[in-house]
């Protein structure tokens, strides 16, 4: 059975860092991808970024150059370290996976079978 928990969300001024974690069992992406995604209060689930396997990104343009994503795949978990941080970066952030997919739509949460819980940040200004 896969599980994702992510931690590290909280409240953080404008401007200021957090880093998410992911820790995935059951669940190995020799062929995946895995990503984070954020819903805000209403509003649709968006996709953040997307790192596969191989160590491949992509990124939403808005968290371009503001957000990294990695993986360490010793430990299966992935990272997003979040900088600059917005209030429009508030929202519930949500770890993803897939195995055997590609490219395409990566950032879609459609293409995602398994899910975290979630984890709230909220940026204040």
């Known amino acids: 059975q896969v599980q994702l928990v992510e931690s590290g969300g909280g409240s953080v001024q404008a401007g200021g860092s957090l880093r998410l974690s992911c820790a995935a069992s059951?669940?190995?992406?020799?062929?995946?991808?895995m990503g984070w995604f954020r819903q805000a209060l209403g509003k649709e689930r968006e996709g953040v970024a997307v790192i596969d396997s191989d160590g491949w990104t992509t990124y939403a343009d808005s968290v371009k150059g503001r957000f990294t994503i990695s993986q360490d795949n010793s430990k299966n978990t992935v990272y997003l370290q979040m900088n600059s941080l917005k209030p429009e970066d508030t929202a519930m952030y949500y770890c993803a996976a897939v195995e055997g997919s590609t490219w395409y739509a990566a950032l879609r949460s459609y293409k995602y079978k398994y899910w975290g819980q979630g984890t709230q940040v909220t940026v204040s200004s």
């Open positions: 059951g669940y190995t992406y020799s062929r995946g991808f």
